[in-house]
């Protein structure tokens, strides 16, 4: 927004779109990190932490029509390659439940402010 930066692709992914007839490339950990810095005291900042450390592109491409078929390829690239992709998910999957149990105890915390325990049910939910 400020165009302050330049978008940059990396060399190795530059090199997958050689010889492809469509790409796709997608930023996920930069974008995250923009993110990031616009909600530093968000509700979900754990959360979001945790999957700009989890993610970092997404790359597709497809070949050429080769008379019969077109083939293509779809890969969402992790940060921590080393580790099994469902321990990364599982990890990430726990940092947005708790983030949400903590943003729904905020939520009955701040009604419970509004409409005290005397108040009728049926008032409270109205």
Do not use: C, W
């Amino acid at each position: 927004m400020a165009k302050t930066t330049k978008a940059v692709i990396n060399k190795d992914v530059l090199d997958k779109f050689k010889g492809k007839s469509t790409v796709f490339y997608f930023d996920i950990a930069n974008t995250l990190n923009s993110f990031a810095k616009d909600s530093a005291s968000g509700n979900y900042h754990h959360s979001l932490s945790s999957a700009k450390q989890a993610f970092r592109d997404i790359i597709a491409t497809s070949d050429n029509f080769d008379g019969k078929t077109i083939k293509a390829s779809f890969e969402i690239r992790m940060q921590n390659e080393k580790q099994n992709s469902l321990v990364t998910l599982t990890s990430l999957l726990t940092d947005i439940a708790v983030d949400m149990n903590l943003q729904a105890k905020r939520q009955r915390d701040v009604e419970e402010k509004l409409y005290p325990g005397s108040v009728p049910a049926i008032i409270r939910t109205n």
